[in-house]
Nanobody
Framework: QVQLAESGGGSVQPGGSLRLSCAAS????????MGWYRQNAGKERELVAT???????NYADSVKGRFTISRDNTKNTVSLQMNSLKPEDTAVYYC????????????????WGQGTQVTVSS
């Protein structure tokens, strides 16, 4: 089993900043992609940003230039620095990891964190 532990989040005024962090632990053989998704009630979960083990990053158009994802492959952690936050960034943010877990390393697996609330409001 692999687990994701999220930290960060909270409430901030528009224009403010927050930092989310996520650490993976458990029977990890390798992690290919780690990232963040977000979801509001009644809406589908959407990609925010992802980072591969090779250093490739991908951002939603709505957060480009404001959010920065960073990853530490040696510690199996990923962080999301969120600047210039807008009310529309309000959502539950979920950490996600995709990779190979022991002992069945031939199969790709994925795991989700429990989510952390981000609220941007004046």
């Amino acid at each position: 089993q692999v687990q994701l532990a999220e930290s960060g989040g909270g409430s901030v005024q528009p224009g403010g900043s927050l930092r989310l962090s996520c650490a993976a632990s458990g029977s990890i053989f390798s992690i290919n992609s780690m990232g963040w998704y977000r979801q509001n009630a009644g809406k589908e979960r959407e990609l925010v940003a992802t980072a591969t083990s090779g250093g490739n990053t991908n951002y939603a158009d709505s957060v480009k230039g404001r959010f920065t994802i960073s990853r530490d492959n040696t510690k199996n952690t990923v962080s999301l620095q969120m600047n210039s936050l807008k009310p529309e960034d309000t959502a539950v943010y979920y950490c996600h990891a995709e990779g190979r877990w022991k002992p069945n390393i031939l199969n790709r697996r994925e795991v989700w964190g429990q989510g952390t609330q981000v609220t941007v409001s004046s």
